[in-house]
């Protein structure tokens, strides 16, 4: 018996790594039954959906997941339990899986419905684990299957009650505006600066707004996801001149981030430490650089163009703004 164990989108759909995690589960065999989360649900076509649904559950309170998953868990008495790596199931999951005496592993990247494996070590070392207790919660990251295609034909969906114990209210949301948004998981494309663009350039100067002109409208017009090498956003903390727009948060490789994005862009970019580790799960890999010898050309990316990334990234804005 497998539980799909996921929250869902307003309006009772599924993220893209949900269905990557429903995915996973639908092709390890088995009975599969899936357990659904949030201010409402919609039924998976071909598989019986159990759901916990309410105002209540549509916010990111541990308290509410808590007691929806575990209610959904023992209404299933499942042996193997999916379920997508997300905030919400990263902070709730935990804890259910000790009240029902489970084991739990997160960030795993590939599971055969016997054996998981993930990254250790700053995903410098791989690790692949077995265990015996049941029921087992794995959580996924995203890319760790094709995602799950629905049908049209949705059969009901059943209820299971939950009254809720809550001693906070979600009053609202602070973000960023869309515009200032440049970390985005989604996104088809990772394009990650390195401190090149900080330095003097040919004409002896450097070139601090011009770079981030020209990278904050790339970003606008291609939608892509904001990347930087450990150098870029170290100087910040050194006392030297940076991109405004950049922090730890964007960093890949060495202690950064190891996003997954179809395609990936680096530019003015040396070392070959962010493009190795940070850059392993990228499918197309490609860089510019003026130094046709660095870390990248040999053999770290499909395609390295040898150009002034300033020059190149100007007419490429143009191209996307026409």
């Given at each position: 018996m497998i539980l799909f164990l996921s929250t869902t989108e307003p309006g009772g759909g599924l993220s893209k790594i949900a269905l990557e995690a429903l995915g996973l589960a639908k092709s390890l065999g088995g009975e599969l039954v899936a357990g659904l989360i949030g201010d409402a649900a919609i039924a998976i076509p071909g598989i019986r959906t159990l759901a916990v649904t309410g105002e209540a559950f549509g916010q990111?309170?541990?308290?509410t997941d808590a007691a929806a998953a575990e209610a959904l868990v023992k209404a299933v008495n499942p042996q193997i339990v999916i379920a997508p790596q997300t905030m919400r199931t990263a902070r709730a999951l935990p804890g259910v899986a000790q009240r029902v005496g489970a084991a739990i592993d997160t960030h795993v990247t590939t599971f055969d419905g016997q054996r998981a494996s993930r990254w250790y070590y700053k995903q410098r070392m791989e690790g692949t684990l077995t265990r015996d207790a049941r029921p087992w919660f794995v959580?996924?990251?995203s890319g760790i299957a094709p995602a799950f295609e629905p049908g049209a034909d949705a059969g009901a969906v059943e209820q299971v009650s939950v009254t809720p114990a809550t001693r906070t209210a979600v009053i609202g949301f602070?973000?960023?505006?869309?515009e200032q948004q440049t970390i985005r998981p989604d996104a088809k494309m990772l394009f990650v600066t390195g401190a090149g663009w900080t330095k003097k350039q040919k004409d002896g100067n450097t070139h601090?707004?011009?770079?981030?002109?020209?990278?904050?409208?790339f970003l606008e017009q291609s939608r892509a996801s904001l990347g930087s090498s450990k150098s870029l956003v170290d100087m910040g903390g050194e006392g030297q001149s940076v991109l405004p727009f950049l922090s730890h948060l964007n960093q890949v490789g060495q202690t950064g981030a190891t996003p997954r994005h179809p395609k990936g862009l680096a530019t003015c970019c040396h070392g070959e430490e962010p493009h190795v580790v940070g850059w392993r799960f990228i499918k197309e890999r490609r860089a510019i650089n003026l130094d046709a010898n660095c870390g990248w050309a040999r053999g770290k990316a499909d395609v390295v163009?040898?150009?002034d990334a300033f020059a190149v990234m100007e007419v490429v804005n143009k191209m996307l703004g026409g």
């Open positions: 990111s309170r541990y308290s959580l996924v990251e602070q973000s960023p505006q869309s601090m707004n011009d770079a981030a002109r020209l990278i904050l409208g163009y040898v150009a």
